[in-house]
Every structure is written in structure tokens, then in C-alpha cells.
């Protein structure tokens, strides 16, 4: 098994990786993260072949959502998978 292996969502065409980053820690749930710090994990994970970011707007109350969004706002659209949840704030 590899990082970058995926496996399809239910019936649909759409596959995901299935290994993530789980960036709860990313909108400062333990203590502050500065937009570098972030910057350097997301950059991370892209060289070790991680792609897909699990975010939620409850995580730092939005600012997990903020601070990825702004670390991934140089790289191509096509390059990874963003998922969030909806209905909890």
C-alpha cells in the first residue's frame, strides 16, 4: 500500500486517497499556529505524497479551514482533494 493508492467513494467516479491529513491541530485546536508553521506542514505533507486534507469548519472556528485554504492557494486546483464538513459550527 502506498500514500498516494486511493479508493472510490461509494457507486460515484470520484477516489480518494487513502491516507489524509487530519488538520484539526492546523486551526489552532492545542495552541496558536502561525501562517508559516502551517504553510511548512501542508508543504510537508505534499513531499511525502499527501494530497488529501480532511478540514472542518468546527476546527479552530474556521480557522483550520482559513489557514489550509491559504496554504494551498499556490498550487494547482488538480493537485489535491479538499474535504469539509457542513452543519456543525
Request: glycine share 16%; no cysteine; net charge neutral.
Given at each position: 500500500m502506498h500514500v498516494s493508492d486511493t479508493r472510490k467513494i461509494g457507486r460515484t467516479d470520484l477516489a480518494i486517497p487513502i491516507l489524509g491529513l487530519g488538520t484539526n491541530p492546523l486551526g489552532g485546536l492545542y495552541e496558536a499556529i502561525s501562517p508559516a508553521e502551517v504553510q511548512a506542514v501542508v508543504d510537508r505533507a505534499f513531499a511525502r505524497g499527501v494530497s488529501f486534507f480532511d478540514l472542518a469548519p468546527v476546527y479552530g472556528?474556521?480557522?483550520?479551514?482559513?489557514?489550509?485554504?491559504?496554504?494551498?492557494?499556490?498550487?494547482?486546483?488538480?493537485?489535491?482533494i479538499v474535504s469539509t464538513k457542513v452543519g456543525r459550527l
Open positions: 472556528y474556521g480557522n483550520a479551514e482559513r489557514n489550509v485554504g491559504a496554504a494551498l492557494a499556490g498550487r494547482a486546483r488538480d493537485d489535491y
